[in-house]
């Protein structure tokens, strides 16, 4: 997912569908109509709490935030799986997961962990952003050690990267 200073302004960086639904001028604010999260000042924060000027005529629009529309089309950017895990871990490392992720949440609402899917010694996790993933697949190796990662990097603009990481028996 773009973002940054410049990603996802409004008229240079749309989204579909909403094309004009972003507040002309400065002072406007945009709400995800699904999470609730807030953007103004080229960035999406989680309420607004920063925003120093509010004017009580201020514009107020309603689109899908980057990280919901990502969701809902059925997307992710990052991938991480692990496989062959121990039953012994599995808890700790749910756990983990949840934890790092609602972290990274905290930090940058479009920084989400969409899904653990479990099957038995396999997780597949998936989330929002790709950076994400590889911080995730990093703070595992740390703390579990005996594990092999294999990353496949997206190449293509948007693509997904693809983590996986074997626990090694
Ligand atoms: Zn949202």
Redo the contacts with the bound molecule.
Sequence with gaps: MKRGRNAYTPGQRPLRGHTNEFPKGKGGVVF?K????VYFKKSWHHNLRRHKNLHEDLAVAFV??P??AMIQNGKYEGRVVLTNMPPLVRENLENLIHAFTHRAYQRDPLDRLIAIKKQNATFEITTTENQLAAKLAKKIKDVYKKVRVNVSYGHAKDKASEITIAFLS
């Excluded at 699904?34 to 999260?37: D, E, H, P």
């Design positions: 995800c699904v999470c609730n999260i899908v935030c990280a919901c």
